[in-house]
């Protein structure tokens, strides 16, 4: 009986140590899955970043240079949609 016994506690022990693996293994994969798509969210968030450095040095390139009309110009066609009077704007609508 006593061989039995040891018996019944090493089948509950496999069956432990082989769900503690299954456990390990799946929280293994489930970290790496996270740590993928973290990576991901920084490299787009790097790129955003990098585009808006771009565009900082940019308009300080402009306000250094005294190409003030230039940037007040820039901002009325871009933000404002002003136009020159004799000036034809064409919108391509396949670039959206």
Same mark, same amino acid.
């Given at each position: 009986?006593?061989?039995?016994?040891?018996?019944?506690?090493?089948?509950?022990?496999?069956?432990?140590?082989?769900?503690?693996? *299954?456990?390990?293994?799946?929280?293994?994969?489930?970290?790496?899955?996270?740590? *993928?798509?973290?990576?991901?969210?920084?490299?787009?968030?790097?790129?955003?970043?990098?585009?808006?450095?771009?565009?900082?040095?940019?308009?300080?390139?402009?306000?250094?240079?005294?190409?003030?009309?230039?940037?007040?110009?820039?901002?009325?066609?871009?933000?404002?949609?002003?136009?020159?009077?004799?000036?034809?704007?064409?919108?391509?609508?396949?670039?959206?």
């Amino acid at each position: 009986m006593a061989a039995e016994g040891k018996k019944r506690r090493s089948v509950i022990l496999r069956i432990l140590l082989l769900a503690f693996a *299954v456990y390990t293994a799946f929280s293994l994969v489930s970290l790496q899955m996270e740590l *993928v798509s973290a990576k991901k969210e920084l490299s787009e968030k790097q790129a955003i970043l990098s585009e808006k450095k771009a565009r900082i040095n940019e308009l300080n390139d402009l306000l250094e240079n005294g190409k003030e009309k230039e940037l007040i110009e820039k901002a009325a066609r871009d933000r404002l949609g002003y136009v020159y009077p004799d000036e034809q704007i064409y919108i391509d609508p396949s670039a959206d």
